[in-house]
């Protein structure tokens, strides 16, 4: 099934991340990058395969990465001793049942990361009207860092009614129960470096059955930062 490395095609499974880094003094077991297969399957098996006999053997990441097979955490196999800017690259194969993915993933070479993102605030309040409807944007959270970063929502307090993208946009999942006027989510900042770094906020969204004038639309959002 995997003759030649192909890239493998697939009935509409497919993994991400395509890039991560790694800090170039790495010891071995230092955790990388955490591949996902979505849709998210139940029992997605993962592992990494070696590239054709005519790729540099320098840049072969199956010499210097290993995965978990049931989680997809990727992690170094042997101590890292390589350039800032180089890059290693692998290709990750992930099967659930019938459902087969891969990817091309590139692993850059970084200085040691010493710094977690840091949010524009330290805590977030924002009042939206009980009729915004499910789906809509209601905020979007930022963090600064050298590195990228993408955001999550951690799974605790009223985490069930919300999302978020990898940018930090929050929109509201389901409709807002009738019987309850304040909700509490707390947001995670995670960069990409190496080794990666997090940092946490405290969201409260403020429910209101005020019309008119005050509540412009459920578009529209008010913050109340609190400085850092």
């Known amino acids: 099934m995997y003759k030649n490395n192909s890239v ?34 139940s029992g997605a098996s993962f592992s990494i395969i ?7 053997s320098a840049n072969d990441g199956s010499r210097f990465f290993k995965i978990d097979d049931s989680t997809g ?12 800017g180089s890059a290693y690259h692998l290709l990750v194969v992930a099967e659930s049942g019938n459902n087969f993915a891969s990817k091309n993933v590139t692993i850059n070479v970084k200085k ?10 330290s805590m977030y309040s924002v009042l939206v009207k009980r009729t915004t409807f499910a ?15 993408y955001y999550v929502i951690d799974p605790v307090f009223d985490f069930l009614l919300f999302t978020i993208n990898p940018s930090g946009e929050i929109s509201l ?25 997090k940092s946490s906020v405290n969201i409260l ?18 913050f109340i930062t609190k400085s850092v």
Do not use: H, W
Request: aromatic letters at 8%.
């Open 8 to 41: 493998i095609v697939l009935a509409g499974a497919s993994l991400s991340p395509a890039s991560g880094s790694i800090f170039r003094t790495a010891p071995d077991n230092t955790r990388v990058m955490t591949m996902k297969m979505n849709p998210n399957l």
């Open 50 to 56: 070696a590239p054709g006999s005519g790729a540099s």
């Open 73 to 84: 955490e990727i992690l170094t196999k042997v101590r890292i001793n390589a350039p800032i």
């Open 112 to 121: 040691f990361n010493e710094f977690p993102p840091k949010f524009s605030a």
């Open 135 to 149: 789906g809509c944007k209601l905020f979007c959270v930022n963090a600064s860092d050298v590195d990228d970063v």
């Open 173 to 197: 999942g389901q409709r807002f129960p009738p019987e309850k006027n304040a909700f509490k989510l707390r947001v995670t900042a995670v960069d990409t470096g190496s080794p990666q770094l």
């Open 205 to 222: 969204i403020n429910v209101t059955d005020i019309a008119g004038e005050k509540i412009y639309s459920f578009l529209l959002y008010t």
